[in-house]
């Protein structure tokens, strides 16, 4: 799906949640390396204090990122975009590079009711187990949830 049709109607809801979905450039399997895939865990954080949202369930995989966000009082695409834009500029630091390490477009979908959100999280969780990195979750290192 091309960016300009997964902008078309985007709105950002002050305190809405979000699904989110970004892939890595070109699909590029980035996050197999473990000192990356760290990098980026570590930029979650920052995202949370630097913008007023909190990151309810994430998970890392080897090429792309899941997540469920609350935001503040803040926009979707700022939050999105500074967490691109700085685990990009940290992940290129550690390589000593100056790559594209994400796609430029995300999908998103608002959240509408309670049952979703722990489904959701319980999907994006899941994503490694599905994938067969892991047997058992807790034998992944790169998510995290509050409800799990």
């Keep these: ?5 997964l902008k078309k109607g985007r709105y950002s809801k002050t305190f809405g949640e979000y699904f989110i979905t970004f892939t890595c450039h070109k699909r590029h399997a980035t996050f197999i390396e ?4 760290k990098r980026f865990c570590q930029s979650i954080s920052y995202n949370e204090q630097h913008h007023d949202c909190s990151w309810l369930a994430w998970v890392l995989m080897p090429d792309h990122f899941h997540g469920l966000v609350r935001l503040g009082n803040t926009e979707l695409g700022k939050v999105v975009g500074h967490l691109k834009g700085y685990s990009s500029h940290m992940i290129n ?7 594209k390490v994400w796609q430029g477009a995300y999908y998103d979908r608002a959240l509408r ?3 979703q959100r722990i489904a ?3 999907y994006i969780v ?3 187990l599905r994938a067969g990195l892991v ?3 807790g034998s992944y290192p790169y998510w995290n ?4």
């Design 93 to 99: 630091q550690c390589v000593q590079g100056n790559s």
């Design 34 to 37: 473990h000192h990356l895939a």
């Design 120 to 122: 959701i999280a319980r």
């Design 113 to 115: 009711a309670e049952e």
């Design 135 to 137: 047997t058992n979750i």
């Design 126 to 128: 899941a994503n490694p």
């Design 145 to 148: 949830s509050v409800y799990l």
């Design 1 to 5: 799906m091309s960016w300009q049709k």
